[in-house]
């Protein structure tokens, strides 16, 4: 009799730490999950704040170069003030920018390694572009000579074929792609919660 209570004991004491097993792995799973979700919520925040910058410093130079006349050497100081106080507001904006992006970039490598680096590093490209483009536009105001082509439609949005602004809105796209299931699953997750809730009240 006490042996087989022995082995009833024993089997009790195995359910029960496998029970609690499981609820850990359950635990620390549901753990990730929120954490990625955060950090992948943060991320894109700061992505959408760097592409929505870019589109609104291109918009806010844009306005006082169309007013510029077309000969260069008929520039007045004040015209050339006004641009060069936009750039310098649009420097200043990216930079405080890409700086808050940076440390969510470094709280999603812990997560996600490599594959977000790549795509940060990419989306860092086209800012170190954009600022290259604002410091040639400087130059050639103060020099008060042509600026290239290249320059101003990377510094202001074209009337026609917008090479920089489809690079930008294509590296925002993967990296939506590549957060937004972060960002779902926990979502969905929460509303079957809800709806377990509601259940059980009924």
Known sequence: MSVCLQWISLIVNVLLLGAACWALHLWKKQLRGTTEHEVARKLLGHVFRFRDGIRHNRQQLRSPWKKMPKLYHKW???????VKRRRQRSCEHMENVLEKMGGSVCEAEVLWGDDIVELSTNLTW?????????????DCLDSKTQAEEKVLNTCFKPEGNDEFGDRLRSLVKEFQDYLQPYIKVQKSSKKKKKCSEGKSIS
């Open 126 to 138: 086209v800012a170190d572009h954009f600022l290259y483009a604002l410091d040639d536009l400087a």
């Open 76 to 82: 007045t100081e004040q015209q050339v003030s006004i």
